[in-house]
């Protein structure tokens, strides 16, 4: 099976690597995009920080989230 696959057209085994890359990162995404504001907020809330700092960590963590996932 391996020997097959190395012996494989390069162009067919890019495309097939593509598209299991695709389906990998749209099946994570999504659970990185709900689990890490998510869990910051469990770890902010423990910390017992004022609303303000609270509410201006989570606005950050927030857009970083999504300035990387809208970068793929």
């Known amino acids: 099976m391996v020997r097959r696959i190395l012996q494989a057209d390069p162009l067919l085994g890019a495309l097939m690597g593509t ?9 994570i995404e999504p ?11 469990q770890i902010l809330a423990a910390q017992k920080l004022p609303s303000g700092n609270r509410t201006a960590i989570l606005a950050s963590i927030t857009w970083l989230t999504a300035s990387m996932t809208a970068s793929w």
């Open 31 to 41: 659970l990185w995009t709900s689990g890490c504001p998510a869990i910051a907020t």
């Open 19 to 27: 598209v299991v890359l695709a389906v990998f990162v749209n099946g």
